[in-house]
């Protein structure tokens, strides 16, 4: 199992650009999370999704746009980058099921840099 | 919405030394979850722990979910133990969120 995956790991993009991240999970969770980090802090969560086809906003979500559809996969689009958007975005994902339902799993990060 | 603190925000120890991190929060929980982040970035569960005791290896950690904190032991440093170590709440009513504290930044030095 590859757990939960990012792509890619590193980009640089230029005021104004677009760019989608693509986050994948092999654990046939329901759940699906996407975080900033920004130095000094710990996580706030920009959007998540509770299932297929369905997202909901988070802490941060201005800026951000996210689409889930395939159980296994959650995207999250910059339409319009700003130097604020700077970032390390983590993925991660959860089920709700079971014993240690609701723990959450994460992805290794896409460092960000909006010039 | 639920506050997350943790204490100290930094730490510093020689290997081979014991330590405590502490993690208050405001509110009652479903989920409470510890995790370290390596000097790479890397985000690694540590416990699952909405309440109760639980251990693994040199760690441990306990949750008294009425008082509202949970501490986070580390025996015996070592300088791999080395990074951040993060606190995560899911407050109580399917919130279905985490909520992070702003983690202790941990050096151990050889």
């Known amino acids: 199992n590859a757990g939960v995956t990012q792509t890619p790991k590193f980009r640089v993009l230029k005021t104004g650009q677009s760019m989608t991240l693509l986050c994948a999970q092999d654990?046939?969770?329901?759940?699906m999370y996407w975080y900033r980090q920004d130095p000094g802090m710990g996580l706030r969560l920009i959007h998540y999704s509770v299932g297929e086809g369905t997202t909901a906003k988070g802490e941060v979500p201005d800026g951000y746009n996210v689409s889930r559809l395939k159980k296994q996969n959650f995207l999250l689009g910059l339409e319009s980058a700003a130097p604020s958007q700077t970032s390390v975005y983590f993925c991660a994902s959860s089920s709700r099921f079971g014993l240690g339902g609701g723990e959450q799993f994460f992805g290794p990060g896409t460092r960000l840099t909006v010039l | 919405g639920i506050q997350v603190e943790q204490s100290p925000p930094d730490l510093i120890l020689q290997e081979g030394a014991n330590s405590t991190l502490r993690c208050n929060f405001s509110?009652?929980?479903?989920?409470l979850q510890w995790f370290h982040q390596n000097p790479w970035g890397q985000l690694i569960n540590l416990f699952y722990i909405p309440s109760g005791t639980k251990q693994n290896g040199r760690l441990s950690a306990t949750t008294v979910a009425t008082e509202r904190y949970s501490l986070l032991y580390i025996s015996s440093s070592q300088t791999t133990d080395s990074g951040v170590y993060f606190c995560?709440?899911?407050?109580?009513?399917?919130?279905?969120?985490?909520?992070f504290g702003k983690g202790t930044k941990l050096t151990v030095n050889p």
């Open positions: 995560a709440v899911e407050e109580e009513g399917g919130s279905e969120k985490l909520v």
């Open positions: 509110d009652s929980v479903n989920n």
């Open positions: 654990m046939n969770h329901e759940y």
